[in-house]
């Protein structure tokens, strides 16, 4: 028995991997049904008889499979790996560089949780705030990736995604605190 769904010679490509076109904005249900049509293939039941080659080979199938969904599933993850895949790093460990406008609204955002952290309205619409700051930084990962090919670009707006998602997870634990 061979396993047929996954090109397991495009393991260096998670996109190629799952039959799937490299964009940033992707097709979930597209990954999510590849993703089930590989796990379908290697389950080890449909191996249980197989040579322990094949054994192995269906196991290391599945493991990749969970990485690569895991990687392609996450925005940020998704937009790192594609800005690795053409030889971008973002540096997310050393640089962390960012434009003052972005830094000024980071500081606003800090400020605002600490004045009204008992306020749950007020920060009910921070939160708005902040989500809208996600969705407009997400659109703007898309276009680099997907219009503009500028990968350096996307690479900047993902760490930036980065501190607007750290800071989203901060305020929803002072809101769940509240509610």
Not at 11 to 38: K, V, W
Request: net charge negative.
């Amino acid at each position: 028995m061979s396993v047929v769904v996954a090109n397991l010679s495009a393991s260096d490509d998670y996109f190629r991997f799952f039959g799937l076109n490299q964009q940033f904005n992707i097709d979930l249900p597209a990954l999510d049904q590849a993703y089930l049509a590989i796990q379908k293939e290697v389950h080890p039941d449909r191996h249980s008889q197989g040579s322990d080659a094949e054994r192995r080979l269906a196991m290391q199938m599945a493991t990749l499979a969970n990485t690569a969904l895991q990687t392609l599933k996450d925005p940020i993850q998704r937009g790192l790996y594609i800005c690795h895949l053409h030889g971008v790093d973002a540096k997310l460990e050393t640089n962390t560089a960012m434009p003052a406008a972005f830094l000024m609204r980071q500081m606003e955002w800090r400020e605002n949780l600490d004045e009204q952290a008992e306020d749950l309205p007020a920060l009910e619409k921070l939160m708005d705030e902040v989500e809208l700051s996600k969705q407009e930084t997400l659109a703007e990962i898309t276009q680099a990736i997907d219009g503009a090919k500028n990968y350096q670009r996307a690479a900047e707006l993902l760490r930036g995604l980065l501190f607007i998602d750290k800071f989203a997870i901060e305020l929803d634990d002072a809101i769940a605190a509240l509610a």
